[in-house]
């Protein structure tokens, strides 16, 4: 219970101190104000003491503008008179009820001792030192070896009840602002939190694996910004996830065709002994190496994606490199029928990884060699690009469509969704091309028409003093 009276009188006072306020700032406004015009007409009435006649006209009409009374005095050759005496606005006048000449010449005598000639006395009553019965401004001036003496005295207006019409005025509006706040507040939370409420359950649901999923902002644009990113980044897991499952899905078919042909031939040759011949062997040789080649080109993905692998630079000579590359398919030029050419008319020196970029190369002549058409006819083409120089591969199969075009760098991404297996290589190879690149911060890219072929493509820097032009 002490605890509440302790609180509620606390509180009381520091509400009762708040609703102060008013009074106090009534007070040093009101007195400000009073100062402001005292200064005004000490100034204007300092301005015509040289024509008495201008200057009770003046006197009488700042009194009646101000409600102040006036007496302005001069002293010359220590003779004293009066300019203006009877402005007068009020009966109990500080000034034409002094209740000796002595009290005038302490003031004018203040007033001349002061560093800006100014003297204020602010008097009370003599029976309650807190109120206030008016203030004496005087100001001394000198005017050609004469002294002047404006004075002006103006009554203290009682504003108690001006004072308590604005705290009472200022306890309800303050009342009326802070429900007012608190209900305005409200709302905008419940607008703001809901959408976040909302977007908080379908994030839920997105981390269970519900990419369909969908996010809302309401009004506000932060909230509808956060909303475009979880939808963005729902879109994209869902592909992601769509991109795993068919990785995992062909990695599986890739695996199991091998591994069929081996456990099949080697039952073979294990129940038919005429059957352990070389040509059988060799068939269990190739579809080992081909699953090696698998495993590798899954590990390099995974080393240069995950930062493992990075780019040792050396300076060598491309042109050689990709000649290099040519003379692995030999086999299928002679045997198969490829065309595989390569367009070159001088030999470029450039710094990359040299194991990194016929990985690259390799791969995209790979990848030519199952997309090309009828013809087997693959091209690769050197050019000299100032400065740069672009390595292409072209095919003539059947194309890509703009759209499935930023795709096809992507893990066993297929344009016409089947997945066959592999004339040469793993189906990796682009994926480990793009690496490859994003690791030597090439340039690539694809050009493909529907129906006319594809062209791959990538960009590395020249060594201009290394290059060779061919005769």
Known sequence: MAVVWHFAYFHGFYFGSYLDIPGCLAEHFYEQTKMEEFSATAELLSSHLDDEKKLNAEAIKLSSRYDECIRILTVKDGEGRELVHNICTTQSCILH??????????????????????????????????????????????????????MLNSEHIPHNATVDTLELQFGWISFVLFISAFVLALIISRSVCRPLKEMGESAERLAKGDYKAHFKGGNYREAQELADALNYAAEELSRVDRLQKELVSNISHDLRTPLTMIKGYGEVMRDIPEENTPENIQVIID????????????????????????????????????????????????????NIIFDFDREIYVNADRTMILQAIYNLVNNAINYTGDDKYVKISQIHLDGRVRISVTDTGEGIAKEDMPLVWDRYYKVDKVHKRARVGTGLGLSIVKGVLEAHNAAYGLNSKLGEGSTFWFELDVEKCEFVALE
């Open 97 to 150: 009820n002094l209740d000796s000449r002595a009290k005038l010449l302490e003031y004018c005598n203040k007033a001349l001792a002061s560093e800006d000639g100014v003297y204020i006395d602010k008097i009370t009553d003599n029976d309650n030192s807190s109120r206030r019965r008016g203030t004496v401004y005087v100001s001394a001036q000198e005017r050609d070896g004469e002294l002047y003496f404006i």
């Open 287 to 338: 579809e080992t190496e081909r699953l090696n080649e698998l495993v590798n080109d899954m590990l390099d993905i995974s080393r240069i994606q995950s930062g493992v692998r990075r780019p040792d630079r050396e300076i060598f000579n491309l042109t050689q490199t990709v000649k290099e590359v040519m003379s692995r398919y030999v086999k299928l030029t002679e045997h198969d029928g490829y």
